[in-house]
T-cell receptor
Framework: NAGVTQTPKFQVLKTGQSMTLQCAQDMNHNSMYWYRQDPGMGLRLIYYSASEGTTDKGEVPNGYNVSRLNKREFSLRLESAAPSQTSVYFC??????????????FGNGTRLTVT | AQRVTQPEKLLSVFKGAPVELKCNYSYSGSPELFWYVQYSRQRLQLLLRHISRESIKGFTADLNKGETSFHLKKPFAQEEDSAMYYCALMGPGGYQKVTFGIGTKLQVIP
C-alpha cells in the first residue's frame, strides 16, 4: 500500500517549458488535491477534485491545469512554466471531503525549479 | 478571512524538556483544527485533530476558543520528535477551505 505517489521528485525547467506532475493514490479515496509550498508560506491549494470527473480551482490556480484521469490519478500541468512557479508541489487525497474523520494524505512532494 | 499563525519558525528544546508549539487562528465560526507533522525524509502526515481530543505520540492540543489558539504540547520532548509541524484550520466547505500555517521546525537537542 503505497498511499499517494508523486512523480517526479525533482524537476528543473526553463521558462516557457511545459510539464505534467503525476499523482496516484491506491486508497480508493474520492477527493484529491494539489498544493504548493513556498518559503515563509503555508501550503496553498492550487486545484482540487472532489470526486472523479470533477475539478475546481483553489486559492492559486493561475498558470496551472489539472486532469482527474480516473479515481486513482490526478495530474497537474504547467503549460508555460514561469520562475514564480518554482516551489514544492504536494499532491494529497482524502476519503471524501476534508473533515475530522477524513483527513489529508500527502505524497512526498515534487521540488520544481524554473530558471 | 480565515488565517493560521505559527509565530515560531524554529523551536529548539532539550531532550526531556516540555514542548509547546504555538498556533493561533482567525476564524469567525467553529473551526476544525489539525496538526500535521513532517519527519525528515517522510511525507506530511496527520498528527492529531482537535475534535478527537486524542493524544498521539505523547502530544496533545486543546482548542481554546477564547484565545483562538490550538497549541501543541508534550511534557517531555524526545529526539524523534524533531520535525516540521503545521497547524491547519478547516472552515465550512471542506475542500478549499483548509488553511495551513507556515510551520514550525522543532529541534530536540540531545
Amino acid at each position: 500500500n503505497a498511499g499517494v505517489t508523486q512523480t517526479p521528485k525533482f524537476q528543473v525547467l526553463k521558462t516557457g517549458q511545459s510539464m505534467t506532475l503525476q499523482c496516484a493514490q491506491d486508497m480508493n479515496h474520492n477527493s484529491m488535491y494539489w498544493y504548493r509550498q513556498d518559503p515563509g508560506m503555508g501550503l496553498r491549494l492550487i486545484y482540487y477534485s472532489a470526486s472523479e470527473g470533477t475539478t475546481d480551482k483553489g486559492e492559486v490556480p493561475n498558470g496551472y491545469n489539472v486532469s482527474r484521469l480516473n479515481k486513482r490519478e490526478f495530474s497537474l500541468r504547467l503549460e508555460s512554466a514561469a520562475p514564480s512557479q518554482t516551489s514544492v508541489y504536494f499532491c494529497a487525497s482524502s476519503e471524501r471531503g476534508i473533515s475530522h474523520d477524513s483527513p489529508l494524505h500527502f505524497g512526498n512532494g515534487t521540488r520544481l525549479t524554473v530558471t | 478571512a480565515q488565517r493560521v499563525t505559527q509565530p515560531e519558525k524554529l523551536l529548539s528544546v532539550f531532550k526531556g524538556a516540555p514542548v509547546e508549539l504555538k498556533c493561533n487562528y482567525s476564524y469567525s465560526g467553529s473551526p476544525e483544527l489539525f496538526w500535521y507533522v513532517q519527519y525528515s525524509r517522510q511525507r506530511l502526515q496527520l498528527l492529531l485533530r482537535h475534535i478527537s481530543r486524542e493524544s498521539i505520540k505523547g502530544f496533545t492540543a486543546d482548542l481554546n476558543k477564547g484565545e483562538t489558539s490550538f497549541h501543541l504540547k508534550k511534557p517531555f520532548a524526545q529526539e524523534e520528535d524533531s520535525a516540521m509541524y503545521y497547524c491547519a484550520l478547516m472552515g465550512p466547505g471542506g475542500y478549499q477551505k483548509v488553511t495551513f500555517g507556515i510551520g514550525t521546525k522543532l529541534q530536540v537537542i540531545p
